[in-house]
């Protein structure tokens, strides 16, 4: 890929950089330099966008909400299995 340069050079961990700009994971500077960026790199730009756009669909197909009774029962088997991980480590 082109000219990116705040990001990497257009590979993996520009890629990466991303997906932890977009999850929030990033201190405010990096959240700053990353922004500047991508006003400045068309590839960058068009990858963040994409990326947007497939999260965007991917929340709207998970809106489904799991039964009550589902999570009652993984609930249920957390705090049995907290309960034998605080007896063993005893």
Known sequence: MGNCQGL????????????EYLDGALPAADVAEI??????CSECREEHNLECMIRSA????????APAKL????LEKI?????????AEV
Do not use: N
């Open 8 to 19: 990497g050079d257009c590979d993996e961990s520009r890629l990466e950089r991303l997906y």
């Open 35 to 40: 922004r500047a960026h991508l006003e400045s």
């Open 58 to 65: 991917m929340k709207r197909s998970c809106a489904e909400q």
């Open 71 to 74: 999570k009652l029962s993984i």
């Open 79 to 87: 705090h049995s299995i907290r309960s034998s991980a605080t007896v």
